[in-house]
């Protein structure tokens, strides 16, 4: 697997990554550029669902060169890859940016995340991104260049002003192991024109006194909860699940979290996030369970499940 992604990133540190561009894809670019969605979208799907290892593998070789040959297509910026379902691309207000993200499951207790930046330039301009996260020993204190990213594969991008220039949030999933699942709020900001990630901008503050200031927010909880991580525009904060440390629900589980069914906040104030550690009215856009968990039946437990 290591040998894998080491491929991998040579092939796109190696690419070309610079080329003009012009206001508009031209008409005689379109065809070519959804003969590379089709083939992305059909890659993409295997990598995700194929019961087969080997296949899966095989998919994530190809899918790096063949995005990188349809990027290289002049202002493919302006094209979504909408038919690529299995592959996130997010985007911030401000369009400045997009960034690929997509999973890769390797074992029961493994995956791997693979992604790209491509930036709204006038120059093709596109940074690979490296999943190194089982190598980051400190993952919400560390800064950690695009080599040696933190992988995930991201659901939102929201920007923010600080007094060092614009950031930006990023949210993500990372399906980590089998019993337990994490959410992750990165920071991703631009020093000499490079991605970066990880910024001191979330503060905690400590019951005992103090301030407890992260790079990034880590969330891990039982495979079983869903969990709310977001920014919430009615709310103007991110809006995150309270969890709460539980005994595991099978054997070598260990212990994990669950939602307790309140929520806590990060509100920005002068480009520092600070954390609101239990919000009194929290303001839905959906409910955080389809149904009532337990609705009166004594014979399922705290998750909605049976009882045995």
């Not at 399906?175 to 000499?192: E, G, H, M, Q, Y």
């Not at 919430?232 to 709460?244: F, S, T, W």
Request: glycine share 8%; aromatic share 14%; with cysteine.
């Amino acid at each position: 697997m290591r040998i894998l992604i080491s491929g991998l990133l040579a092939f796109m540190l190696l690419s070309p990554v610079l080329q003009g561009q012009k206001p508009a894809i031209a008409e005689a670019d379109l065809p070519k550029l959804k003969e590379w969605e089709d083939t992305i979208s059909l890659l993409s799907f295997a990598i995700i669902n194929d019961s087969f290892p080997e296949n899966r593998f095989g998919a994530t070789k190809k899918m790096i060169p063949t995005l990188v040959q349809a990027l290289k297509t002049p202002n493919s910026f302006q094209y979504p890859f909408s038919r690529a379902q299995s592959i996130s691309i997010q985007y911030p207000e401000d369009s400045t940016f997009r960034v690929f993200t997509w999973q890769l499951y390797v074992d029961v207790d493994e995956y791997r995340y693979f992604g790209a930046i491509q930036m709204n330039t006038g120059e093709l301009q596109l940074f690979p991104l490296i999943d190194r996260s089982f190598d980051v020993e400190e993952v919400e204190y560390e800064v950690l260049p695009a080599d040696k990213w933190y992988g995930a594969l991201y659901y939102g991008v929201k920007s923010f002003d600080t007094p060092q220039g614009k950031k930006y949030l990023l949210f993500g999933y990372d399906a980590f192991s089998f019993f337990n699942k994490r959410k992750v709020i990165d920071v991703l900001s631009f020093p000499d024109g490079k991605p970066q990630f990880g910024a001191p901008v979330f503060f905690n503050e400590e019951k005992e006194g103090g301030v407890k200031v992260r790079n990034r927010l880590l969330f891990e909880y039982t495979a079983e909860a869903s969990v709310k991580c977001n920014y919430d525009p009615l709310m103007e904060m991110v809006v995150v699940d309270h969890l709460v440390e539980v005994g595991g629900f099978y054997e070598g589980q260990g212990a994990t979290k669950i939602p307790d069914g309140s929520y806590e906040g990060y509100q920005l104030v002068d480009g520092i996030w600070k954390n609101i550690s239990m919000l009194e009215n929290t303001i839905m856009d959906e409910p955080p369970r389809p149904f009532p968990v337990l609705d009166g039946d004594d014979g399922v437990d705290i998750l909605g499940r049976k009882k045995q």
